[in-house]
């Protein structure tokens, strides 16, 4: 396992540094001149702020060195400076960053809850009404394009009903916890200010609901395939055989092996989210990467993209790397090997 | 006395998709407590569907007729939860391939322990020493490492030794041991052979060994019924039907088997191969590949008849009658 675990991580290393390469040979093929898209109509007439802003911000530097450079710094915790926020970059990302990891990572715990408890429920149901029930919910779970899903929920539970509360991470004119993790409910929690830590997670079932839309039809059609595998092995039989009642059959002697499958495809699912959070974070005025990687695309800001290409590839990795384990705890013919 | 199982007129049609096919039609026997009794067939003869349809273990939308009474109350017209209340309990099962029946991700422990727990309502120490004597019963060394370990930490023969401690558990009163030697090799054959007698001699168990090699049956059972196209060809003691067998089909299942002595030469095979599901032929199904066949063969489903004490063969013409 330990060696297993040190391959893991070299590998991972390894990826980052070609996805730091590879997002920063795409800036540059980009068609566009951060000088002109940072200093607007100044680019156009003075030349010399050009040159200014172009020496200031390295890009006077033939590319290879631009590149060293840049890991160099990235390697000191230092991901530049942000042209558009005029903050380094890493600071930016500090703030934004958990924004949306706490966003994904309730959404896909409420995905997982759901989903797979209904995959079991259409799987042990097989071609019976529930069944069917559910292949049309998670076929729609798939299909619904989530900036739709998102206005729908939005008009709905917020503005028609006002179930919910709507846009930003807390209610207007509330004070953010003081900063810890930048998760909002754990840092209100830390500081025992419980009201904040009942906006924070108010906030947060909105837009989580509408991300884990698609994520819920995409898990339960996996749950429901794998759970129907599984109860074909000659195991499940034999724990019929035991007189053990079917709910123990299934939550101990199916659902485990199922769980690898599962797993495997929440990790894809949790990668999904990150992106869906783009179009989500901007109904929601969410401020987070989502928000950021979009203002940094269009203002051209190649420090605060890059950033983003780093962060978003490192959870990637990492999400890959707790799946791994999580093999190793589910099966533990993983493990002994 | 009366019979611990008494199987009467048993039919099992499994859904295939040109809807539903008989793998058993009409089975009889009855097994006593204490008695390890044999069921002989080739693949698709009706065995494994004959165990599995006693303990409600059938196939999706599979039926059943006809009754399967053991310890005074029908099997097959049991409500399911009183039937879960029979299974592991009463009637264990032990099936073919422990690589396969072993959960392969849960503890030995707690495949020993956990329908212990449920059936005998034993707390976990409880329980887990009484899986320390299971353990030892079939003689797995050192129980206590062994019940911390996975399936996969064991060889083939002491998996299958796991599987009928966890068949045992419970003490039931029948064990359904469905080709329990099949995957093994012929040394750890033996030791399992003899661990089922033991324990039959100990525990008063009563065994059905389901199995398509007569040479595992010749070594346990007492009494044996051989199956052709879901049907009973013959059934009587172990000696009788193996000396002295009264159907046409039994005795070409015997001049298959290798002798020792006799080199490649002497083996016989029947000739064609057995019905497939849905396909078994009027009268006899033994008919097309029997070479005592005459034309009433075709016509008469043969009903199994008395042809000695103890001793039931479904072959009217009774062609081998003379050799007894």
């Known amino acids: 396992m330990t060696r297993f675990l040190a391959r893991r991580l070299a590998a991972a290393v390894l990826l980052c540094v070609g996805i730091t390469l590879i997002a920063f040979v795409l800036t540059q093929l980009v068609p566009g001149d951060p000088a002109a898209a940072n200093l607007g109509q100044r680019a156009i007439g003075d030349p010399e ?15 290879p060195v631009q590149y060293l450079t840049y890991i160099g710094n990235v390697l000191q915790g230092n991901l530049g400076m942000s042209q558009q926020s005029h903050r380094p970059v890493a600071q930016d990302l500090a703030e934004y960053v958990p924004a949306t990891i706490e966003l994904a990572i309730f959404a896909i715990v409420l995905s997982l809850l759901v989903g797979v408890a209904l995959g079991v429920v259409a799987a042990v149901n097989r071609d019976r009404w529930p069944d069917q029930v559910l292949r049309v919910v998670s076929l729609g779970g798939v299909s619904m394009p989530t900036f739709w899903v998102a206005l729908v929920a939005f008009y709905l539970l917020f503005f028609k009903f006002g179930l919910l509360p709507g846009g ?73 055989a035991k ?54 695309a269009v203002n051209l800001d190649l420090p605060g993209i890059m950033g ?30 | 006395m009366g019979a611990l199982l008494e199987v009467e007129d048993l039919t099992v049609w499994l859904a295939t998709r040109g809807g539903p096919r008989k793998a058993v039609d009409g089975l009889s026997f009855q097994v006593d407590a204490g008695e390890i009794f044999g069921i002989a067939g080739e693949s698709g003869s009706g065995k494994t569907m004959t165990a599995l349809a006693l303990l409600g273990l059938l196939p999706h939308a599979a039926k059943t007729a006809g009754r399967a009474v053991f310890e005074g109350r029908d099997l097959l017209a049991m409500p399911a939860r009183e039937l879960r209340a029979v299974r592991g309990r009463k009637i264990a099962m032990v099936s073919q391939d422990p690589s396969t029946s072993l959960h392969p991700m849960l503890s030995i422990e ?77 040394t750890v054959q033996a030791g399992i052979l003899r661990l089922l007698h033991r324990l039959r001699r100990e525990r008063d168990l009563a065994v059905i060994v389901i199995t398509h090699d007569l040479g595992v049956m010749s070594a346990v059972a007492d009494r044996i019924c051989v199956m052709y196209g879901g049907r009973t060809a013959e059934v009587g003691p172990r000696e009788d039907v193996l000396t002295r067998p009264r159907h046409p089909y039994t005795r070409g299942l015997l001049d298959a088997l290798p002798h020792p002595e006799g080199g490649a030469a002497t083996l016989q095979p029947i000739p064609g191969s057995p019905p497939a599901l849905g396909a078994v032929p009027e009268g006899c199904p033994f008919h097309p590949r029997c070479g005592f066949a005459v034309p009433d063969c075709r016509a ?21 009658g003379g050799a007894a």
Request: a neutral charge.
């Open chain 2, 300 to 320: 008469v489903r043969p009903e199994p008849v008395l042809v000695a004490s103890g001793h039931l063969a479904a072959c009217p013409p009774d062609p081998l």
């Open chain 1, 168 to 240: 930003g991470r807390l209610d207007p004119g509330m004070t953010p916890p003081p900063y810890a993790t930048g998760f909002y409910t754990v840092d209100a929690a830390l500081a025992g200010q419980w009201d904040v830590l009942a906006s924070a997670a108010g906030h947060l079932v909105l837009p989580s609901l509408v991300l884990a839309v698609y994520t819920v039809g995409m898990l339960m059609r996996f749950t429901r395939a794998s759970v129907l595998e599984i109860l074909g092995n000659d195991y499940v039989r034999a724990a019929r």
């Open chain 2, 110 to 186: 707690t495949q020993l322990t956990e329908h212990m727990r449920h059936h005998l309502g034993l707390g976990k120490s409880e329980a887990r020493g009484r899986a320390v004597e299971l353990l030892a019963t079939v003689r797995i060394p050192d129980p206590e490492q062994a019940l911390r370990a996975h399936p996969a930490q064991f060889s083939g023969g002491m998996r299958q030794r796991i599987a009928i401690a966890v068949a045992l558990a419970c003490e039931p009163r029948l064990l359904l041991a469905d080709e329990p030697t099949t995957a093994l090799d012929v």
């Open chain 1, 49 to 63: 702020a050009v040159a200014a802003f172009r020496a200031k911000y390295g890009l006077d530097q033939p590319l």
């Open chain 1, 308 to 337: 983003v290409s780093i962060v978003v590839a490192a959870v990637y990795i990492l999400i890959n790397l707790l799946v791994d384990l999580l093999y190793g705890v589910i099966d533990p013919r993983i493990r002994l090997t």
């Open chain 1, 243 to 296: 007189g053990l009642p079917e709910r123990v059959v299934i939550m101990r002697h199916v659902l485990r092996p199922a769980m690898v499958a599962i797993i495997t495809v929440a990790g894809v699912a949790f990668g999904s989210l990150l992106s869906g959070a783009v179009l989500v974070e901007n109904i929601f005025s969410w401020p987070g990467l989502g928000q950021y990687a979009y203002r940094s």
